[in-house]
């Protein structure tokens, strides 16, 4: 009896302390790696996203410029909303 009410405790303890699931979720989502999913689907290589900032000067309240760099390559990204992505490779 003892085993199953220490087991009971240490249960819901981990359930108390533990963080909500989209916690974790929502710290692995940064610019890069939402980015990079998105060209992924559009048939756009990227290897390993290494880092993404958004070009002030290119963007707009309605359109979000960035500057995607992978391992292989950098695109510059327009989105818009309920509208595929614009991607372009840069040199």
Request: with cysteine; net charge positive; proline share 8%.
């Amino acid at each position: 009896m003892r085993k199953t009410q220490g087991l009971l405790l240490l249960t819901l303890a981990a359930v108390l302390f533990s963080p909500p699931a989209g916690a974790q979720r929502a710290a692995a989502e940064t610019p890069q790696t939402m980015l990079s999913a998105q060209i992924r689907m559009q048939g756009f290589t990227c290897d390993k996203a290494l880092g993404a900032t958004r070009d002030a000067k290119r963007s707009r309240p309605d359109r979000a410029v960035w500057v995607l760099r992978c391992s292989n390559a950098t695109y510059r990204v327009t989105r818009a909303p309920d509208m595929a992505a614009q991607v372009q490779p840069l040199p």
